[in-house]
């Protein structure tokens, strides 16, 4: 079945460094979903990619779909606190444009003030 | 805030007993996806529903059953419960438009331990 991995798995930074998660999945997906887990919380969905090499920005966060819709990466500028959380990218296989995600194992971000 | 609920929030079961989790899906939301989340892990899908009938499922033993009733809010069902069912379970709601990747709005999730 497909299997997404991510790394890496925690990343301990300090304030105003920057933060990159990684994606990579053992299929081809339709789309990638990233969101976001605060601790204690449920994960809120960020953004969603659905074409090959698509790359967009929200604020101090930008999110990249490689060309073959195999992997993807989020990147955060300058992390602040409330950067704090674990990061999850989720896909459906290729061809089923459903719901049905599989997610990374996710990357714990932690932010030293 | 999603407008997705689940209850209870925190529920505490023995080995062997029968759960039934609720949640309710944001108004005009057609689909409610099941997913369970252990600690330290990603959610893993256990199936979904659209218009009251089951649209696919993970790799969960039918123990999981689910049913998803008219006005789009859904129940999950776990009989024989095992201590490795202790997780976080949530529910996330989507309007299923046929369209690659509709938005999936996560619940706050019910937290499930099995003793």
């Known amino acids: 079945g497909q299997q997404v991995m991510q790394i890496p798995q925690y990343q301990h930074v300090q304030e105003g460094e920057d933060f990159t998660t990684y994606c990579n999945s053992s299929t081809t997906l339709s789309n990638i979903q990233w969101y976001k887990q605060r601790p204690g919380g449920h994960p809120v969905f960020l953004i969603q990619?659905?074409?090959?090499?698509e790359v967009k920005k929200q604020k101090r966060l930008t999110f990249q779909f490689g060309e073959a819709k195999k992997n993807s990466s989020l990147h955060i500028t300058a992390t602040q606190t409330t950067d704090v959380g674990t990061y999850f990218c989720?896909?459906?296989?290729?061809?089923?444009?459903?719901?049905?995600?599989?997610f990374g194992g996710g990357t714990r971000l932690m932010v030293k003030p | 805030e999603t407008g997705v609920t689940q209850s209870p929030t925190h529920l505490i079961k023995t080995r062997g007993q029968q759960v039934t989790l609720r949640c309710s899906s944001q108004?005009?939301?057609?689909?409610v996806s099941w997913y369970q989340q252990a600690l330290g892990q990603g959610p893993q899908f256990i199936f979904q529903y659209y218009r009251e009938e089951e649209n696919g499922r993970g790799n969960f033993p039918p123990r999981f059953s689910g049913l998803q009733f008219p006005n789009y809010s859904s129940e999950l069902n776990v009989n024989a419960l095992e201590l490795d069912d202790s997780a976080l379970y949530l529910c996330?709601?989507?309007?299923?438009?046929?369209?690659?990747?509709?938005?999936?709005?996560f619940g706050p999730g019910t937290r499930l331990t099995v003793l």
């Open positions: 996330a709601s989507s309007r299923t438009s046929g369209r690659a990747g509709d938005t999936q709005y």
């Open positions: 989720a896909g459906p296989p290729g061809g089923n444009a459903g719901n049905m995600l599989t």
């Open positions: 990619l659905v074409k090959s090499g």
């Open positions: 108004s005009g939301h057609n689909t």
